[in-house]
């Protein structure tokens, strides 16, 4: 059994459609690239899986649970997270307490708990904590642990951004754009973690613009064109696809991963 299964995904905006009738499978310890040009319709595809909007039609399954339009928090709770394509952080808290605020999602203890300090909670609150700094230490964050959010570079901030999708202890990822503003050697940074969070056990969706972050990273990669998938295959079979490159990757696009 697939670890996520879309069928027939399709959605409408008043007339226009953006999605079109999309089937997608996701194996239990993949990492699968989405791409395409602006408008595709890939971010509404994951706003679809992640509970944010709800499909005109199709079902989208976890696990093999019926996961359609469930409440998003309801999704975390089964172990699918995402990553955005904006920056979604507590610009004023520190790099370690916006990690906590994931955990919090998930944990007995909950936010507002947690704010208010109760004794009782103390000793799970600590063993959050000691986790948030395994998080921030493996995305090598951990000397910005106090810093505000708002004070990180770019690149920075897209790591804290994916340090609190994992503090929900998901099993599948979705990470929207995670390399956009980042420099070569940020980037490069982020091909070895997303690669050692597969390593680990993490299955991951990843939708790029950066063509070497997807070739080098994915062993499968679906393409959407104007809302519908209009190929799927390895890398090197997608960066030799007429369709493709006519619709995406433009006829100078040279393989060179």
Known sequence: MSLLQIRNATKYFGGLRSVNKVDLSIEKGQI???????GAGKTTLFN???GKIRPTRGRVILKGKDITGLPTHAIVGLGLARSFQQNLLFT???VLDNILVGFYQKSRIGLWNALINKVSN????????????EIAHFLELEHLKNEPANNLSLGYQRLLGIGIALATDPELLLMDEPSTGMNAEETERLLVKIKEMNNGGLTILLVAHDMQLVMNVCERVAVLDFGRKIAEGTPEEISSNREVIAAYLGSGYVAGY
């Open 48 to 50: 679809m899986i992640t």
């Open 92 to 94: 004023e808290m520190t």
């Open 122 to 133: 103390r000793h799970s609150q600590n063993q959050l904590i000691e986790r948030s700094l």
């Open 32 to 38: 699968v690239g989405l791409i395409g040009p602006n």
